[in-house]
């Protein structure tokens, strides 16, 4: 789709209706996904009447080409990031949609709206980044993961390299974070994982770094310390011992998903007294470009499905998929569909 059209959708995205929402202008499609018409990359979506399509996903009839086509290799293909704001509230609109909390069904893939756990589903198109050329589909699928820990990096910044940095988590954005620390420089790094598998497995990401177990990690001399502590397990208690290894101006950057209820208690004092910071990551606000220029950058020396323990599997092997990553013998299960689309998508 060229900017052409981009504008012209996004034109007919501003109308909006007495109560206030949006709605397709005239010869748009429709707001629950049954294009009135349109051009042949879509007949499949017109199949589709009964999904859960937001309007803008369609296209304007006439168009050229159409935002919701099938992306083929190369330079037209797209991945795709879930989550994405209204583009209209303030948070959006400064830039921090992440916080969004308007119309979050239309927008939030896999979430609120239908998505993932199926041979195909129906993003809107602002979801949607094109991938630089020759960039793999493997690859391309952890754009989205990777953009999170961009957005977090970002918060970390300035980490000068030489730092010391302790990882808590080896799943995949613990290994993620492992590989763009050793891509940037970084080489006083420390990994604790509580899972065996998982801290064999980072190993083979080659990057030399310290992979110990939280009892390891506990049983270090005092005044062990760290300047960052990135916390990718969202376990409260290994939270709770990470933080009193901050050594001084040090920074913990919580990036795990705790428990809602989860609680940590900190020492004013000693926040105070060491100049210490606490920052959270939350997604991935406008950092998927970046992102994919990572993976690029990165390459396969890093972005890697072996390397950084992901394993795929056909849909109906979810069991087994379950099972490993509960295992600890993988970092993130996958799934991986041949997908038939209809003549024309
Ligand atoms: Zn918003």
Redesign the pocket.
């Known amino acids: 789709m060229d900017s052409g059209d981009s504008e012209s959708v996004h034109a007919a995205a501003q109308r909006s209706d007495s109560r206030g929402s949006p709605r397709p202008g005239a010869g748009a499609s429709c707001e629950r996904g049954v294009p009135q018409g349109g051009c042949r990359p879509c007949s499949w979506t017109r199949a589709r009447a009964s999904c859960s399509c937001a309007w803008w996903t369609c296209h304007v009839p006439g168009a050229r080409t159409c935002s919701c086509r099938w992306p083929s290799r190369g330079s037209a293909a797209r991945t795709c990031t879930p989550c994405r ?5 303030g ?2 609109q400064d830039g921090r ?1 992440q916080f ?1 909390e ?1 119309d979050a069904a239309a927008h939030s893939v896999g979430m609120w709206r239908d998505g993932g756990w199926a041979e195909l589903c129906l993003v809107p198109e602002k979801n949607l980044h094109r991938l630089p050329a020759g960039m793999s589909l493997r690859q391309a699928s952890l754009m989205e993961p990777l953009s999170c820990v961009v957005h977090g990096w970002e918060l970390a910044a300035p980490l000068p390299v030489g730092s010391r940095v302790l990882v808590l988590g080896a799943g995949v954005i613990g290994n993620l974070w492992a590989a763009l620390l050793h891509h940037h420089g970084h080489r006083q790094v420390t990994v604790s994982e509580p899972l065996e598998g998982r801290r064999r497995a980072l190993h083979k990401l080659g990057t030399g770094y310290e992979v110990v177990s939280p009892a390891e990690l506990r049983a270090k001399p005092a005044g062990w310390t760290v300047d960052l502590v990135v916390d990718c397990s969202g376990h409260a208690p290994a939270v709770q011992h990470a933080l009193g290894l901050l050594g001084p101006g040090g920074t913990l950057l919580l990036f795990g998903v705790a428990p809602p209820r989860a609680v940590i208690s900190i020492s004013p004092y000693d926040m105070y007294k060491n100049e210490l910071k606490i920052k959270a990551v939350n997604r991935n606000p406008f950092t998927c470009n970046k992102a994919l220029g990572l993976i690029e950058a990165m390459g396969d020396r890093y972005i890697d499905f072996e390397k950084l323990g992901v394993k795929t599997f056909r849909l109906t092997e979810y069991k087994s998929a379950i099972e490993e990553l509960a295992k600890g013998s993988i970092s993130k299960a996958m799934f991986e569909v041949d997908a038939e689309f209809p003549k024309g998508a």
């Open positions: 704001g209204c583009d209209r509230c948070l959006c949609y969004c308007v």
